[in-house]
């Protein structure tokens, strides 16, 4: 019995992704670094905030098809009204998920399963709600994954629960520039056995935060150190999700030396002594 470690796309070991909230203006420029060093990432929108903007605060509706659809980029939801789940009733946190996810597959005529928590999200709760609550309502309205934040850690792990992800770092985390560099040195298969999981640095803030902080060349500092790695798959919050997800539905024989790809993704597996498998969509192979 050998340990399977999942591989990104081309075999790689690690992933990296931003998540930027709150469909600030100063995104634009958020967008332009991300584009400058081939890095890929998320930016969740609170859709009341662009259709009602009077101020000039968010971006237009035609800003971001530009700026993020069309360059690769991902949109997800931010509440309709930007509202943290865990302080208000179920029902009022239902409808500010629901009615976000409609407002972008409307002005985007496509379909938003990702999310990240508005405000305080899952971090206190008040009338009674719990995060059991949160969570079976985000999943019944068909949100796949959502960020949380306040967990940073240099652990670089993927996931266990998908509405309750937790990126790597803020971006001003003082640690950042630090675990970047941990990130991009390490070998994953180089590690002890057990320890060649794949691993995922995950940023996340508010880009109006560079403004505020007269800090952009933060930005660039992360990017700069994690851009142009050949062990490196650079990717949006979903698309991470749906690689990991149909990795998970490859199916084994009982004697494990059959592997069988029921996907439409080519997907990588390692199977712990160095051999790398590629499995291609509809392939059974023997491993
Ligand atoms: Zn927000």
Same mark, same amino acid.
């Given at each position: 019995?050998?340990?399977? &470690? ?5 075999? #790689?070991?690690?992933? +990296?992704?931003?998540?930027y ?6 995104d634009? #420029? ?12 998320t930016f969740n929108? *609170? ?21 993020i ?6 949109v ?6 930007? #509202? ?10 239902? @409808? ?7 407002? !972008? ?19 206190? &709760?008040?009338? @009674? %709600? ?27 792990? !993927? ?15 003082? *640690? ?7 990130? +991009? ?17 995950? +940023?996340?803030?508010?880009? &109006? ?5 007269? *800090? ?28 990991? %997800? ?14 069988? *790809? ?26």
């Amino acid at each position: 019995m050998k340990y399977r &470690f999942l591989r990104f796309p081309g075999g #790689k070991t690690k992933a +990296v992704t931003f998540s930027y909230d709150d469909g600030c203006r100063e995104d634009l #420029k958020t967008v332009q670094v991300l584009d400058k060093y081939g890095m890929k990432g998320t930016f969740n929108i *609170n859709t009341a905030g662009v259709l009602t903007d009077t101020t000039g605060f968010h971006m237009s509706e035609d800003e971001i098809r530009e700026n993020i659809l069309e360059k690769g980029h991902e949109v997800a939801v931010h509440g309709q009204w930007h #509202k943290a789940p865990g302080l208000i009733r179920a029902i009022d946190g239902i @409808q500010d998920i629901l009615n976000g996810r409609m407002d !972008l597959e409307r002005m985007f005529d496509c379909i938003i399963r990702g999310m990240a928590y508005p405000d305080s999200g899952i971090l206190c &709760f008040l009338n @009674q %709600t719990t995060y059991e609550d949160v969570r079976r309502y985000a999943k019944d309205l068909d949100i796949v994954y959502a960020r949380t934040l306040g967990y940073d850690n240099d652990q670089f792990e !993927l996931p266990t629960d998908w509405l309750n992800w937790k990126p790597t770092a803020h971006h001003d985390n003082p *640690n950042i520039l630090e675990w970047a560099k941990t990130f +991009v040195q390490m070998d994953i298969n180089k590690e002890y056995f057990s320890s060649r999981r794949p691993k995922l640095f995950y +940023v996340w803030g508010h880009s &109006f935060e560079f403004e505020r902080n007269n *800090n952009w060349e933060r930005l660039e500092a992360i990017c700069e150190t994690l851009a142009d790695k050949d062990d490196i798959w650079y990717a949006t919050n979903m698309e991470i999700y749906e690689y990991v %997800t149909a990795f998970e539905s490859l199916v084994y024989s009982a004697d494990g030396k059959k592997v069988y *790809n029921p996907t439409l993704k080519e997907l990588w597996l390692d199977n712990n002594d160095g051999t790398l498998y590629c499995i291609k969509p509809g392939e059974t192979l023997e491993i």
